[in-house]
């Protein structure tokens, strides 16, 4: 398994962005997929998670009615539509599985994570 995150960059307030995170290796058929993100100085926290090959996207509060999990069986990638984004949404965001469990803010909650990518918001 090798998770591959991209999308992140630099946007205004108010702006939208669309991560991906591709699964290059073994398909992780039932695995809950995972947004987590990191804040300079702060702890990692949880952002979304949808179960492979299912539908129920579960959301953290901060970012519920802004941001969208989906994932394409097809390509084996999952995604993060950000919208409304706010200075406070910076922060690297990484893409993580695991087959039992989600929701956690610790990288031992997560079989597997990918390397991350920087999401700025700023004027």
């Known amino acids: 398994v090798q998770l591959m995150e991209s999308g992140g960059d630099l946007v205004q307030p108010g702006g939208s962005l669309r991560l991906s995170c591709r699964n290059s290796?073994?398909?992780?058929?039932?695995?809950?997929m995972s947004w987590i993100r990191q804040a300079p100085g702060k702890d990692l926290e949880w952002v979304s998670s949808i179960l492979n090959g299912g539908r129920k996207q579960h959301l953290a509060d901060s970012v519920k009615g802004r941001f969208t999990i989906s994932r394409d069986a097809a390509t084996s990638t999952l995604f993060l539509q950000m919208n409304n984004l706010q200075p406070e949404d910076t922060a690297i965001y990484y893409c993580?599985?695991?087959?039992?469990?989600?929701?956690?803010?610790?990288?031992?909650?997560?079989?597997?994570w990918g390397q991350g990518t920087q999401v700025t918001v700023s004027s």
């Open positions: 290796g073994d398909t992780l058929i039932n695995y809950y």
């Open positions: 993580a599985a695991d087959y039992t469990k989600f929701g956690g803010n610790s990288r031992n909650d997560y079989e597997y």
